[in-house]
């Protein structure tokens, strides 16, 4: 059984900076890709970042240039580096994991406001 555990939410001012974690355990052959979805109150869960085997990286529009993913292999941890937060980034931030079938995490809340 896979589990991923998630960390480094919490609450920060706008312009502010929070770097979110998240550890994979248990028998995991190969994975395929790691990243992170969040999924705002009243809205639908989209994909924010994602970071394939290749170190191939996809980001949605509206955090390119503030948001940076990258992951440890020898962990099996993905690491989301979220600078210059807006309030419109707060959200529920979940990570998955893929290795022929998604995994997920429990999710972690991220506010932003002053």
């Known amino acids: 059984q896979v589990q991923l555990v998630e960390s480094g939410g919490g609450l920060v001012q706008p312009g502010g900076s929070l770097r979110l974690s998240c550890a994979a355990s248990?028998?995991?052959?190969?994975?395929?890709?790691m990243g992170w979805y969040r999924q705002a109150p009243g809205k639908e869960r989209e994909l924010v970042a994602a970071?394939?085997?290749?170190?191939?990286?996809y980001y949605t529009e509206s955090v390119k240039g503030r948001f940076t993913i990258s992951r440890d292999n020898a962990k099996n941890t993905v690491y989301l580096q979220m600078n210059s937060l807006k309030p419109e980034d707060t959200a529920v931030y979940y990570c998955?994991?893929?290795?022929?079938?998604?995994?997920w995490g429990q999710g972690t809340q991220v506010s932003v406001s002053s």
């Open positions: 248990g028998i995991i052959f190969s994975i395929n890709a």
């Open positions: 998955y994991l893929e290795t022929g079938r998604r995994y």
């Open positions: 970071i394939g085997t290749g170190r191939s990286t």
